[in-house]
């Protein structure tokens, strides 16, 4: 699924190039059984497929990934209403319409009929937009079963800022978790409905465009860390990292990167009161 920053300021115009991925990782490795409750997502719109996104189980039934794959699309001036969820590492194969028969391969290049069903439901104050710094893209999918995968850990309140204090933004790394799209070009889109692992870097937490609430991260499969980056269908994906314990906590939800998933991504932060009020009200269980 694909969002563009149409409400940027002036002061932001510089990136006007960037748009949300909806993606897999790129440049990162089959993630197999490593990160299993991590799913792949289709969004209907009246019984029509309208785009694809990641997502991680959060609760029981609680399915976590972005505002702009749940909530209200102002291109069609409305939000989707079921979502189909798939736990499989891949490739999954191609389907049909649960509804009517009909290949959905045009619209999505995914099966449309999943694992389990669910109702998306987006942060309050999503708009459609990607109105930066704080863009609300955080949403949810409450399922219609439990899919006993495991479940990912929410990082604490203001996890990330106190990581970046200790250590600085050098050699701070993030598991990244997605499915789809390897590359990405003018009419040219290679996707593996597989779902991939990769490691990105943290950039800044505070530049204009993170603002406090977007986690900024570069896309260049570096340092020798076996590095990914993010794309088309990652969007709503999560972004972990590990503790000086061991312990794994889920910091942020990718929500946007730039055109031809190359250079900068960004992810919605969830160590955040208005994130974690939000994850609450779901019954989400918080640290």
Same mark, same amino acid.
């Given at each position: 699924?694909?969002? #563009?920053?149409?409400? +940027?300021?002036?002061?932001?115009?510089?990136?006007?190039?960037? #748009?949300?991925? %909806?993606?897999?990782?790129?440049?990162?490795?089959?993630?197999?059984?490593?990160?299993?409750?991590?799913?792949?997502?289709?969004? $209907?719109?009246?019984?029509?497929?309208?785009?694809?996104?990641?997502?991680?189980? *959060?609760?029981?039934?609680?399915?976590?990934?972005?505002?702009?794959?749940?909530?209200?699309?102002?291109?069609?001036?409305?939000?989707?209403?079921?979502?189909?969820?798939?736990?499989? #590492?891949?490739?999954?194969?191609? =389907?049909?319409?649960?509804?009517?028969?009909?290949?959905?391969?045009?619209? !999505?290049? $995914?099966?449309?009929?999943?694992?389990?069903?669910?109702?998306?439901?987006?942060?309050?104050?999503?708009?459609?937009?990607? @109105?930066?710094?704080? !863009?609300?893209?955080?949403?949810?999918?409450?399922?219609?079963?439990?899919?006993?995968?495991?479940?990912?850990?929410? %990082?604490?309140?203001?996890?990330?800022?106190?990581?970046?204090?200790?250590?600085?933004? /050098?050699?701070?790394?993030?598991?990244?978790?997605?499915?789809?799209?390897?590359?990405?070009?003018?009419? +040219?889109? *290679?996707? +593996?409905? /597989?779902?991939?692992? =990769?490691?990105?870097?943290?950039?800044?937490?505070?530049?204009?465009?993170?603002?406090?609430?977007?986690?900024?991260?570069?896309?260049?499969?570096?340092?020798?860390?076996?590095?990914?980056? @993010?794309?088309?269908?990652? #969007?709503?994906?999560?972004?972990?990292?590990?503790?000086?314990?061991?312990?794994?906590?889920?910091?942020?939800?990718?929500?946007?990167?730039?055109?031809?998933?190359?250079? @900068?991504?960004?992810?919605?932060?969830?160590?955040?009161?208005? %994130?974690?009020?939000? +994850?609450?009200? $779901?019954?989400?269980?918080?640290?």
């Amino acid at each position: 699924m694909r969002r #563009s920053i149409t409400a +940027l300021a002036a002061a932001v115009a510089a990136v006007a190039l960037f #748009s949300a991925p %909806a993606g897999a990782v790129q440049g990162g490795t089959p993630d197999g059984n490593g990160h299993p409750n991590v799913g792949l997502s289709v969004f $209907y719109y009246h019984g029509i497929p309208l785009g694809r996104c990641s997502g991680t189980m *959060v609760a029981a039934q609680v399915y976590l990934t972005a505002g702009h794959c749940t909530g209200i699309d102002t291109d069609l001036g409305g939000a989707p209403d079921p979502a189909e969820v798939w736990f499989s #590492s891949g490739p999954i194969p191609l =389907g049909n319409y649960p509804f009517d028969g009909s290949s959905c391969a045009g619209f !999505t290049g $995914y099966p449309c009929k999943g694992d389990f069903g669910g109702t998306p439901h987006p942060m309050p104050g999503w708009n459609g937009s990607l @109105t930066i710094p704080n !863009t609300h893209d955080l949403g949810v999918v409450v399922l219609d079963g439990t899919p006993n995968e495991g479940l990912s850990k929410v %990082a604490p309140l203001g996890y990330l800022d106190k990581l970046a204090t200790q250590r600085g933004q /050098q050699n701070v790394n993030f598991t990244v978790v997605g499915y789809g799209v390897q590359f990405e070009r003018p009419n +040219l889109e *290679v996707a +593996l409905r /597989q779902r991939f692992v =990769g490691t990105n870097q943290l950039q800044n937490l505070r530049s204009h465009i993170a603002g406090g609430y977007n986690l900024m991260m570069t896309d260049s499969a570096g340092n020798g860390t076996g590095g990914g980056g @993010t794309c088309f269908v990652d #969007s709503g994906g999560p972004i972990f990292h590990t503790d000086t314990a061991g312990n794994t906590w889920q910091v942020a939800v990718i929500s946007f990167g730039k055109k031809y998933c190359h250079g @900068t991504s960004g992810a919605f932060r969830v160590d955040d009161q208005q %994130a974690r009020s939000f +994850l609450s009200s $779901y019954g989400v269980p918080l640290n």
